[in-house]
């Protein structure tokens, strides 16, 4: 069983920025990826960003220079900071593992999801 939880969602205005943690437990051995995934009314979830456990990185074309990952292996955790927030960045951020390591090349699935959390940016 794993287990993620994520936090640090909340409303911030237009050119703000907020920093998402995912801490995950249980068994998650053998776990390549982990990985952002947000999704916004009326549009298909999307990828923000992924980080292999060998630190290979990949991040959605909306967000290349504003939000940056990283994870601390001993503490099961990844983050997702974001800078100069948009309103178009408002959507539910959900934490995401998976074995498969294509997932950071935009392929695969992944095999565990946390619960989300709202981002909101106000104009």
């Known amino acids: 069983q794993v287990q993620l939880v994520e936090s640090g969602g909340g409303l911030v205005q237009a050119g703000g920025s907020l920093r998402l943690s995912c801490v995950a437990s249980?068994?998650?051995?053998?776990?390549?990826?982990m990985g952002w995934l947000r999704e916004a009314p009326g549009k298909p979830r999307e990828l923000v960003s992924v980080?292999?456990?060998?630190?290979?990185?990949n991040y959605g074309k909306d967000v290349k220079g504003r939000f940056s990952i990283s994870r601390d292996n001993g503490k099961n955790t990844v983050y997702l900071q974001m800078n100069s927030l948009k309103p178009e960045d408002t959507g539910v951020y959900y934490c995401?593992?998976?074995?498969?390591?294509?997932?950071?090349?935009?392929?695969?699935?992944?095999?565990?999801w946390g619960p989300g959390t709202q981002v909101t940016v106000s104009s």
């Open positions: 249980g068994s998650i051995a053998g776990i390549n990826a």
């Open positions: 980080i292999a456990s060998g630190g290979e990185l």
């Open positions: 995401a593992l998976a074995y498969d390591l294509s997932v950071v090349a935009g392929r695969g699935e992944y095999d565990f």
